[in-house]
């Protein structure tokens, strides 16, 4: 086990390496340039500001020389600071947008598999049956819904019909005059709509591969067998099926995380939840470099470490795994 | 369904009732009536007229896009699952290191300093999209050139080229197809994304995303504004998903059980 796990930290390092590579690269190859905003050109203080900002940020050197000391400075955990405004350490930015983003996406996970694997397993126990279809139907709509377009139509409704929920931030203008218990219950509701579009998309996915996996094991041999031994379908399907029809799940997870973050993209910006899919939109359009960067690095890093995991948690539960790595290679 | 999307792209410009951008300030915010079918937006232009034009922004931006990425994922799918050793090892290094960034992100970062165009966007998409045919077809080559037909023609001296291309590709094309079917919906709602963010297409061109970014504003005067571009987009993408799975059934009953789909589906 402690062999396996070490194998895989080994192979992440590269991968560490070439998330840096290549988010230094994405952004400097781009034809623009982050001191051409707009239409400076005419007017001379622009031009020697900007050529202060070149020196400032020493976009003048070559390029290799630029990410070598750029990577330096990551090593030391150093981002370097924002273009925006305020001129504030990119860490601190991302620092307190992070928990906020990682919150919103593990409420997902959670909510996304404790629906879907149900969903999934008793549409696939009761294969073609009127449930079946109706998820069926629920699967396709769900894949083919943008998200956006979903959270439009919920505060259209909620939101400006019904008045029921709040449409955007994560708390109300007249959150410090509110008692404890409405606190926390001003805060949930604004989750709901960003939740419930987020989760939507995925749930289609997820509760779609649940069935599959689990239409695959109920056909395996000690699924029949457990059934030959007279234990209650419930058993045979709770415990022995169930268990093994997990495991791709727990691959899948893994392997459509970026999917969920990237998602998180849209729904922040819609529902102005001050996270870092927010702060990558507006670093976006006010071409803020160190920070579009520092996040890119981020994020990326922290899905490389969650693939990581779900890898060996993956390889905890099934010991078969761990056998074949070390056979094939 | 496809076809029909595809006819009403092409004949946008013969069948559309108004000038998609002929603003008209006497109609600004019409709701939908016998004149204007799906309504007006802030400038007074004709929403049904914009959607139709949208639809071949949205259409070419996901045929380019999934074309561009085909193309980069054979090759080095090919490349990967052919030669194998060394190049294998890289290649496939470089799908994982590429699957490790959200696509979004990626996205947003590459556009922020590119002039957004139809072209950069199908670029763009495309060169963020090609790690699951690349996959698709290594896992092919792995299997394929091990057979017998390959061995054969290996042996009478066929070249490199002739052997992958003729005889080893053909056979690998059913899950490629699939899989282009199946990437044009998720590069379509990509494109509209990022279009609704406002950094995709930019005006005066129509597109779904661009319509449904400007009715966001007159969310509470004009619903029309927000809910038929989303519903064109629904739609498009479910028919697209719908011909994919038929393809892939109809081709080969062993990709049934391929969860793919879902790891390709969005941004």
């Known amino acids: 086990m402690l062999v396996y796990a070490l194998r895989r930290l080994a192979l992440a390092v590269p991968l560490l390496v070439g998330i840096t590579f290549v988010s230094f690269v994405v952004l400097h190859l781009a034809p623009g340039s982050p001191v051409e905003i707009g239409g400076g050109d005419l007017d001379p203080s622009a031009k020697e500001a900007r050529e202060a900002l070149v020196k400032a940020f020493e976009l003048d050197k070559p390029l290799h020389e630029q990410y070598g000391k750029w990577l330096l400075r990551l090593v030391r955990l150093d981002f370097g600071r924002s273009f925006a405004p305020d001129g504030r350490p990119v860490l601190d930015k991302i620092g307190e947008r992070l928990p ?142 169930l268990r093994n029809a997990m495991l791709p799940i727990v691959t899948i997870l893994g392997l459509s995380l970026p999917t969920l973050i990237g998602g998180s993209v849209i729904v922040e910006w819609i529902f102005a939840i001050p996270g870092m899919g927010q702060l990558m939109v507006q670093a976006a359009f006010e071409r803020d470099y160190p920070v579009l960067m520092g996040n890119l690095v981020i994020v990326s890093t922290l899905t490389l470490v969650a693939n990581l995991l779900a890898d060996l948690a993956y390889s905890a539960v099934d010991p078969r795994i761990r056998v074949g790595a070390r056979r094939r290679r | 369904m ?102 979004f992100f990626l996205l947003l970062a590459v556009l922020a300093f590119l002039t957004p165009s139809i072209w950069t966007i199908m670029v763009v998409i495309g060169l963020t999209g090609w790690m699951g045919v690349a996959r698709l077809v290594r896992a092919e080559f792995l299997a394929l050139r091990e057979r017998e037909f390959v061995l054969w023609s290996q042996s009478i001296g066929a070249s490199e080229f002739r052997i992958v291309w003729r005889h080893i590709l053909p056979n690998a094309m059913a899950p490629v197809l699939v899989a282009m079917t199946l990437g044009i919906p998720a590069a379509i709602l990509t494109e509209s994304g990022l279009s609704f963010l406002g950094l995709g297409v930019q005006p005066p061109h129509a597109t779904w995303g661009q319509i449904l970014n400007e009715g966001k504003d007159a969310i509470e005067l004009a619903w029309w504004l927000s809910v038929y571009p989303g519903l064109a987009i629904l739609v498009t993408v479910l028919s697209y998903n719908l011909l994919g799975e038929g393809i892939r059934d109809a081709l080969d009953p062993r990709l049934r059980q391929s969860g793919r789909r879902f790891v390709t589906r969005r941004a």
């Open chain 1, 100 to 241: 906020v983003t990682l919150v919103l996406n593990l409420i997902e996970m959670i909510i996304i598999l404790s629906l879907a694997v149900p969903i999934g397993v008793l549409s696939a126990t009761r294969q073609y049956s009127t449930f079946d279809t109706i998820t069926t139907v629920f699967v396709f709509v769900g894949f083919a819904t943008p998200d956006f377009w979903l959270a439009l139509l919920l505060m259209i409704l909620f939101g400006a019909q019904l008045g029921w929920l709040p449409i955007s931030g994560l708390r109300s203008m007249n959150w410090e005059y509110l008692s404890f218990w409405q606190q926390q219950w001003d805060f949930l509701s604004h989750l709901i709509l960003p939740i419930g579009v987020a989760t939507f998309g995925g749930l289609a996915g997820f509760s779609r591969y649940m069935r599959q996996s689990m239409l695959e094991v109920v056909r395996q041999d000690y699924v029949q067998t457990a059934r030959a031994k007279g234990l209650a379908e419930r058993v045979v399907i709770g415990k022995h099926a």
């Open chain 2, 2 to 103: 496809v076809a029909c999307l595809a006819a009403l792209a092409i004949l946008a410009p013969r069948i559309a009732p108004w000038d998609p951008n002929r603003p008209d300030v006497k109609k600004i915010l019409d709701p939908p009536s016998a004149r204007h079918v799906l309504g007006t937006d802030q400038l007074g232009r004709d929403v049904l007229a914009r959607m139709l034009y949208g639809s071949r922004v949205s259409l070419a931006v996901g045929f380019v896009s999934v074309g561009i990425a085909t193309v980069i994922g054979l090759v080095l799918g090919a490349a990967a699952g052919y030669r194998g050793g060394l190049l294998d090892a890289a290649i496939m290094r470089l799908v994982d290191l590429m699957l490790v960034f959200p696509r």
